[in-house]
Each structure stands twice: as C-alpha cells, then as structure tokens.
C-alpha cells in the first residue's frame, strides 16, 4: 500500500486548506484512514479517523467542529478539510491506513504511512 499525502501550504489564521491523502490502486473495503499530526518539537498526535469507504468518525477535540474527513472513492482518496485554521495548527499532517473497522487514535495501530504534509498557518 503506498498512500501520497498532499495539500499542504502556508495559509493566514482563520484560512483553510484541504488535504488529500491518496492510495495506491488497491480495495480499501475494509480500511480505516486515520489523520495524525506532528508540530515541531511535539510528538505525533491523533487528529481524526474514519473508514475509508465512509461511517462513523472520529475526531480529535481541538478540531472538532473545524476538521471533516470527506473521500472520493472513484479517485480512491480521502481529504481533511481543514477551517478556521490556527497557528497552533501549524505542523505536518500524516495519513494512515490499516485494515479493520475499529477507528484507532494510537499511531501505533496504523501500519501505512504517507510522507506527511506540512501545514504552516501564520497569525
């Protein structure tokens, strides 16, 4: 599974910016795709989850009601939208995948990674 993350940039507090995460030709049927971040000199940190086809989600609470996970499944990517963003938004954002339905937080349950994208968002 390769998974190419993309749609980072420079964006000014309370902008917007979409991610894409999109995987290699494959059925995703049974996957979740979980959205994590890492700003400079922090740990990585759980930002949203949801199966790949669609469902539930789950979001972490410093995004809740600014991030929504979407995904167009012809194309067979997932996006972040991103709202009202912050400069404590600022880091890079990684998508991952595994298999199974469970919608993890802990990073360590994710066994594919993009190669991050990074999102700088000045005040």
């Known amino acids: 599974v390769q998974l190419q993350a993309s749609g980072g940039g420079l964006v000014q507090a309370g902008g917007y910016l979409k991610l894409s995460c999109a995987a290699s030709?494959?059925?995703?049927?049974?996957?979740?795709v979980g959205w994590f971040r890492q700003a400079p000199g922090k740990e990585r940190d759980f930002v949203a989850a949801?199966?790949?086809?669609?469902?539930?989600?789950n979001y972490a609470e410093f995004v809740k009601g600014r991030f929504t996970i979407s995904r167009d499944i012809v194309k067979n990517t997932v996006y972040l939208q991103m709202n009202n963003l912050k400069p404590e938004d600022t880091a890079v954002y990684y998508c991952?995948?595994?298999?199974?339905?469970?919608?993890?937080?802990?990073?360590?349950?994710?066994?594919?990674w993009g190669q991050g994208a990074l999102v700088t968002v000045s005040s």
């Open positions: 991952a995948v595994r298999e199974g339905s469970w919608l993890y937080t802990d990073q360590t349950q994710y066994i594919y």
């Open positions: 030709a494959r059925t995703f049927s049974s996957y979740v």
């Open positions: 949801s199966r790949w086809r669609g469902g539930p989600t």
